[in-house]
């Protein structure tokens, strides 16, 4: 297991959860839940924060777990969510290019943390 790998994606998770929390419109934008002015409305804003607080918080489980079967389950868990996220956000997002990008960038930080799980130290 790479410790400091695993480590390093639960604080990036977590930074980002916590931004989309306060600025919801930070993924809002890059998944064109917004109108043309580049506004999301209440109800999308409303609805995004509870996704960055679990990212938020499953973030800084795997940056903080002990290491051994603690760290093993926050990775678990973060490795589910990213998967979940890339399957539902390309079967439902505006628009194919968006939708193949979160695909992307979500199984990309899944990935990350699948490495972290199986590399030696």
């Known amino acids: 297991?790479?410790?400091?790998?695993?480590?390093?994606?639960?604080?990036?998770?977590?930074?980002?959860?916590?931004?989309v929390t306060a600025v919801?419109?930070?993924?809002?934008?890059?998944s064109g839940l917004v109108d043309g002015k580049g506004r999301s409305a209440r109800a999308t804003r409303t609805s995004l924060r509870p996704l960055a607080w679990r990212d938020a918080a499953s973030g800084l489980v795997l940056a903080l777990?002990?290491?051994g079967p603690a760290l093993r389950?926050?990775?678990?868990?973060?490795?589910?969510?990213?998967f979940g996220d890339a399957v539902l956000l390309s079967a439902t997002l505006p628009g194919?290019?968006?939708?193949?990008?979160?695909?992307?960038?979500?199984?990309?930080?899944?990935?990350?943390?699948?490495?972290?799980l199986l590399a030696g130290e």
């Not at 389950?73 to 990213?82: E, F, L, P």
């Open 73 to 82: 389950t926050a990775a678990y868990v973060r490795i589910a969510a990213d």
């Open 1 to 19: 297991m790479k410790v400091g790998l695993l480590r390093a994606v639960g604080v990036a998770t977590a930074v980002y959860g916590v931004a």
């Open 65 to 67: 777990a002990p290491e």
């Open 24 to 30: 919801p419109d930070l993924l809002a934008r890059p």
């Open 96 to 116: 194919r290019d968006r939708r193949l990008k979160a695909a992307a960038v979500s199984v990309g930080w899944g990935a990350l943390s699948v490495v972290g």
